[in-house]
């Protein structure tokens, strides 16, 4: 496993995990406020069939902070120079969780030739999520509201490490313990929040961050519903769900019964075996790869 911290050409430095061998390379683009480490578990399963990546996107774990809010469009960039200042061969399976999926979108919709497929794990859906922007918002200031007052007490890390679900070693528990403890990871956390406002009308509908055509697709929804201050988000997730798996002509619809959103960390098995079904064709097609 290598980490590094590369220059992107922005001014700023991006921390990129990568593992394993043979394309088409993995990459995983975590949900909104989160690092590289919420991704560890898929990772090493990935990793035992092929290459895959994580990053942290600005602010972020590892990451330099942006000096100014970024777009979904503008995290696509990001990410798209990070893979090439790292020397990481296209095109790519992208896994998106959550708010990555948007980045995902983004990324697909300006980079095409450069996504061999993408594997979207209750990622946010344009016509569900604009609609529910207020509530989901709302949400997040109440999560927030908790950070402010845990971190500066110290408990914050540990009450994240305990809560953290089993596929987590104790390894990867301390170092989610260490990232969530800084206060520039969460006011990267917040300020990820400005990519739904500044997103534009027409792409806040349901196909709005563009269609997928022919492009290998896996929708995986959530099987149990949202909890807490996120639980009237639940009223029509499944629908928006199913209307992204009706962006390509070829998809896979997928539901993780046993799991809440957070599908990638509490059955990192169920994603990994998603990403090897579309990989092994797709690698199949494009004979050996070289790292």
Not at 144 to 161: C, D, H, I, K, T
Not at 166 to 193: K, Y
Request: hydrophobic share 45%; with cysteine.
């Amino acid at each position: 496993m290598n980490e590094l911290l590369l220059e992107t050409g922005r001014g700023r430095k991006l921390h990129m995990v990568a593992s394993g061998v043979g394309g088409p390379t993995a990459v995983l683009i975590p949900g909104g406020g989160m690092s590289a480490a919420f991704s560890a578990p898929l990772q090493a399963r990935i990793a035992a069939f092929g290459r895959v990546c994580s990053y942290d996107r600005a602010g972020l774990g590892e990451s330099d902070p942006a000096p100014q809010s970024l777009t979904f469009e503008d995290h696509a960039r990001d990410l798209r120079d990070l893979l090439a200042t790292a020397g990481e061969a296209g095109p790519f399976v992208l896994v998106a969780e959550s708010f990555g999926g948007l980045v995902a979108r983004a990324f697909a919709r300006l980079f095409p030739g450069e996504v061999a497929g993408l594997v979207l794990v209750d990622s946010a859906g344009e016509q569900h999520v604009f609609a529910s922007l207020d509530l989901l918002l709302a949400s997040s200031r109440q999560q927030f509201a908790a950070v402010r007052l845990l971190r500066p007490l110290g408990l914050l890390g540990p009450l994240m490490s305990r809560g953290l679900p089993s596929s987590f070693d104790a390894q990867q528990r301390r170092r989610i313990a260490r990232v969530v403890n800084r206060a520039q990871h969460w006011a990267a956390a917040m300020q990820e929040a400005d990519a739904y406002l500044a997103t534009p009308g027409d792409r806040r509908v349901a196909g709005g961050f563009g269609r997928l055509g022919d492009l290998p697709l896996t929708v995986i929804a959530h099987g149990k519903p949202f909890r807490g201050p996120h639980a009237p988000l639940e009223a029509g997730w499944r629908e928006g769900q199913q209307r992204l798996a009706e962006l390509s002509s070829r998809s896979r619809f997928v539901v993780a019964e046993r799991c809440g959103h957070g599908i990638a960390q509490e059955d990192p098995d169920l994603v990994a075996s998603e990403v090897r079904l579309m990989r092994e064709p797709l690698a199949a097609s494009a004979g050996p790869a070289c790292y």
